[in-house]
């Protein structure tokens, strides 16, 4: 199982950004799914998440300017970004808690950039 991320890049502040994280190979069933972000010095935190049904859950700072959205049927994921702010600086990681051939797993994929500038 592969996750693979996109869509980052550099923005001016208060532009917009999506990011797609697709999910591939022998997966069964996908359980909830997500975005996190990492900036420099700081620790990994959870940006947005959404389960299969379609619940959605948001940080605080993101809140009113993200969105997180799937494709159940192209195991993807999105994440629109707008009104960026500097602070939004990170690498983004996508994460899928689903079931495959070998079992229940959580998959990272590899990260993407986002640079706002100021």
């Known amino acids: 199982v592969q996750l693979q991320a996109s869509g980052g890049g550099l923005v001016q502040a208060g532009g917009s950004l999506r990011l797609s994280c697709a999910a591939s190979?022998?997966?069964?069933?996908?359980?909830?799914m997500g975005w996190y972000r990492q900036a420099p010095g700081k620790e990994r935190e959870l940006v947005a998440a959404i389960t299969s049904g379609g619940t959605t859950n948001y940080a605080d700072s993101v809140k009113g300017r993200f969105t997180i959205s799937r494709d159940n049927a192209e195991n993807t994921v999105y994440l629109q970004m707008n009104s960026l702010k500097p602070e939004d600086t990170a690498v983004y990681y996508c994460?899928?808690?689903?079931?495959?051939?070998?079992?229940?797993?959580?998959?990272w994929g590899q990260g993407t950039l986002v640079t706002v500038s100021s």
């Open positions: 994460n899928a808690d689903l079931v495959g051939i070998a079992g229940p797993y959580d998959y």
């Open positions: 190979g022998s997966i069964f069933y996908i359980n909830d």
